[in-house]
């Protein structure tokens, strides 16, 4: 006999006005987390400000029926100034969802007291003491990206990014090519 449920997983998102639209309702936690990740990646063209993932309890009776889980709020990314920059929690993680930045914050997972961050565009990662320093770092990469030097040889940010995104595709496809022949040799 299965299981009955006792939680569903809801992620919500909401426009400047207040209002809530519901992403689904899901019996996995995973399930939630991974639909509103699809969202967020995609919420460029929307006007979505805020994000949430709620468990509601099932067959509870009382207020404290659901608990949110997660809560994510919209910003412009220090590194390629979309507004694709999405918080999570106060300041627990960022994570720039713009397709090619990917721009990140996180809490380091051995030492709790450092923080990381990273442009995965740039192949640039730093480590910081603390939340605002990482983003400061990601400011910076920004800054070195459109500095005197790189200007020169860089019609747009669209143009380096492009660039950047060629140079990535090539070294993968270099390691497929190596791992190919090893196979057949």
Do not use: H
Not at 89 to 99: S, T
Request: aromatic share 12%; charged share 30%.
């Amino acid at each position: 006999m299965e299981e009955a449920l006792k939680q569903v997983f809801v992620p919500f998102v909401a426009t400047p006005g207040g209002e809530k639209t519901q992403l689904g309702v899901f019996s996995t936690e995973q399930d939630a987390w991974d639909v509103m990740r699809a969202f967020l990646a995609k919420a460029g063209a929307t006007d979505v400000v805020s994000g949430s993932i709620v468990a509601w309890e099932i067959d509870y009776v009382g207020e404290e029926g659901s608990l949110e889980l997660a809560a994510f709020d919209r910003s412009n990314c220090p590194v390629c100034d979309e507004m694709s920059f999405w918080v999570e929690g106060d300041q627990e993680k960022a994570r720039c969802y713009f397709p090619r930045c990917g721009a990140w914050i996180e809490q380091n997972a051995y030492d709790p007291s450092r923080w990381d961050c990273g442009w995965p565009a740039a192949n640039w990662n730093k480590r910081a003491e603390d939340y605002e320093q990482a983003y400061k770092g990601l400011v910076a990469m920004r800054a070195q990206s459109t500095s005197a030097g790189m200007t020169s040889r860089m019609a747009s940010r669209e143009a380096w990014l492009d660039e950047k995104d060629r140079e990535r595709r090539t070294i993968q496809q270099n390691k497929f090519d190596a791992a190919s022949n090893e196979m057949t040799e």
